[in-house]
C-alpha cells in the first residue's frame, strides 16, 4: 500500500513534514529505517545497525518475530477494534496471561496507551483510593512526557514545563552510590548503612509533607535513562515497610525495567516486593503494538466498586495491542527469554567490568540482567563526568558518531552510555556491539586528566 514511497523519499519526506519529539527541528538527523529483524535493523541504504538499545528500551524479544506479526494479523482479521468498554478475546487472556507472571495479588488491570498515561492513571487510582493527593517521587525518575507524569518525574525533562499542572508532586533523593549526596565523604559505607540512610531520608520527607497528605510513592525499580540505579539491597523493601507504615499506595514503575529485562519478569521479583500498584509498557508488547497497562491489588480496585472512576481513552484495551501482548508473553515464556536474560546478562556484566579495565574514562559500570551502564569521567579520583548535568560534551558527540558509523546503535544520555540489547542477543553478538564500544571509548579515555 505504501509502495509508492521509495527508499530515497522515506528521509526527505519525512523530514518535510514531521515535527520531531525530543529535538531541535532544524539539528535533527533520523536513520531512515527499512526493515528490521532479531537483534539488528537496515536503514535504506543498507546498512545494518546492531541495536544495543532495543530501539527505544522496548523491542525485549527482538524484531521481526513471526509469532507476533501473525497475531497482530488474526486479530485484524477477526477483530480489528472494540470500543474500551467492550469485552473482548484479547482482553479476557492477558488478565490471565498477566496474573500469572506478576507478582501475587496484583491481579486487576488498566490498560492504556503507553507509560506516560500508565502511570498518570496510577497516580489517578492512588489519589482515589486514598483520598489524598500527594505523590512522592525521585529526583532521577522518569516517568513520562504527558503533563501529569513529567510532573511526577524528577529529571530536567520536567523543568521545561514548568509550570506543572498537577500540584501535590513532591521529589526525593535516589540511592545512588557512585554520586550519594550523603556519602561523598564516606565513599566505603557498607551497603546497609548506605540503603538506610537514604530510607531515613524518604521517610524525612514524608514527615515533612505530612503523611495524612501523600497518596503514593512512585519508583522506577530500577531507575532507567537517568543511569541504571539498581537500588541497594533492602530498600524497595524499605520503601514497601514505609508505605505500610504510613498508609501509602506503593507504586512501581516498570515500564523499562519489566517483561525479563532484569533477569526477572519484572525487577521487583529480585527483591520479593509487592507493590499495591505496578506499571508497564514497552516490553509489555516488545514495541510491536502501542500498550501500557496498570496492575493494582483488588482493595483497590474495590474502592471504585460503587463509584465511577473518572477516566478513560478512546483505545484502551485496544484489541490489536493486547493480541499483541498476549502473543509476547507466550514467546518469552516458549523461548525462556527471561532466564536467559539472566544469563546473558552475567556475562554482559563481565564485558562491562572488563572495559573498566581497559579504560580510564570508564567511572563505573552498573548492570541487572540486560539492562547495564557505562558512566563516563574524566577523572576518576573526582568522578567529575564526561558531559556535564543535562548537557553534552564534543567527547560524547563524537562517541555517539563513531557507534553509528561503525553500526552500534546505542543510547547516550549526558555523561552515560545505556546498554540494553533485545533478549534474544547472543554472546557472539554481544562481543560484537563490545567490540565496537571498546574502540570508541579510546575518544573519550583521550579526554582523562593526567597528573
Not at 544495543?52 to 522496548?58: A, H, T
Not at 552510590?177 to 531515613?200: A, W
Not at 525487577?267 to 508488547?285: E, N, Q, Y
Amino acid at each position: 500500500m505504501l509502495d509508492w514511497v521509495t527508499d530515497d523519499q522515506i528521509l526527505p519526506l519525512s523530514l518535510e513534514h514531521n515535527f520531531w519529539t525530543w529535538s531541535a527541528q532544524a539539528k535533527v538527523k533520523p536513520i531512515p529505517v527499512k526493515q528490521a529483524k532479531g537483534v539488528y535493523f537496515w536503514d535504506t541504504q543498507g546498512k545494518r545497525y546492531l541495536d544495543f538499545n532495543s530501539m527505544v528500551m522496548c523491542v525485549n524479544i527482538g524484531h521481526g518475530d513471526e509469532r507476533v506479526i501473525e497475531a497482530i494479523v488474526q486479530q485484524a482479521r477477526e477483530l480489528p477494534f472494540a470500543g474500551p468498554g467492550m469485552a473482548t478475546r484479547p482482553r479476557a487472556a492477558l488478565g490471565q496471561l498477566l496474573s500469572e507472571i506478576l507478582p501475587q495479588g496484583l491481579n486487576r488491570y488498566l490498560y492504556t496507551l503507553g507509560g506516560a498515561d500508565a502511570n498518570e492513571n496510577a497516580i489517578k487510582l492512588a489519589r482515589g483510593y486514598t483520598g489524598r493527593f500527594k505523590i512522592l517521587s525521585r529526583y532521577r525518575s522518569y516517568h513520562g512526557a504527558s503533563f501529569g507524569a513529567v510532573a511526577a518525574t524528577g529529571d530536567p525533562r520536567r523543568t521545561a514545563w514548568e509550570p506543572s499542572v498537577m500540584p501535590g508532586t513532591v521529589h526525593f533523593l535516589d540511592p545512588y552510590r557512585y554520586r550519594s549526596t550523603f556519602h561523598r565523604m564516606n565513599p566505603d559505607i557498607s551497603e546497609s548503612d548506605f540503603c538506610q540512610d537514604y530510607l531515613n531520608h524518604l521517610e524525612e520527607i514524608i514527615q515533612y509533607e505530612r503523611p495524612e497528605t501523600i497518596a503514593g510513592i512512585l519508583v522506577e525499580s530500577v531507575t532507567g535513562t537517568n543511569g541504571v540505579i539498581v537500588p541497594p539491597q533492602g530498600y524497595l523493601q524499605g520503601v514497601r515497610e514505609l508505605c505500610d507504615r504510613y498508609s501509602i499506595v506503593m507504586i512501581c514503575d516498570e515500564v523499562m525495567s519489566g517483561f525479563g529485562r532484569t533477569g526477572r519478569w519484572f525487577a521487583v521479583d529480585h527483591w520479593g516486593v509487592k507493590p499495591d500498584i505496578v506499571t508497564m509498557a514497552k516490553g509489555l508488547t516488545s514495541g510491536y503494538a502501542p500498550l501500557g497497562a496498570v496492575a493494582m491489588r483488588e482493595e483497590i480496585a474495590a474502592a471504585f466498586n460503587e463509584r465511577e472512576f473518572v477516566g478513560g481513552l478512546t483505545y484502551n484495551g485496544h484489541p490489536i495491542s493486547l493480541a499483541a501482548a498476549c502473543a509476547v508473553i507466550e514467546v518469552m515464556k516458549a523461548d525462556g527469554l527471561v532466564e536467559k536474560a539472566a544469563q546473558t546478562g552475567q556475562v554482559m556484566g563481565e564485558m562491562l567490568a572488563e572495559l573498566v579495565e581497559r579504560h580510564p574514562s570508564v567511572g563505573e559500570v552498573r548492570s541487572i540482567g540486560l539492562f547495564g551502564v557505562l558512566e563516563l569521567v574524566r577523572d576518576r579520583k573526582t568522578r567529575e563526568p564526561m558531559a556535564p548535568f543535562n548537557g553534552s560534551s564534543a567527547e560524547m558527540t563524537a562517541l555517539r558518531k563513531a557507534l553509528l558509523d561503525n553500526g552500534l546503535f546505542a543510547y547516550t544520555h549526558w555523561h552515560t552510555v545505556l546498554i540494553i540489547p533485545p533478549l534474544i542477543i547472543t554472546e557472539e553478538q554481544l562481543q560484537e556491539g563490545f567490540a565496537i564500544l571498546d574502540r570508541a571509548l579510546e575518544i573519550t579515555d583521550r579526554a582523562v586528566k593526567t597528573g
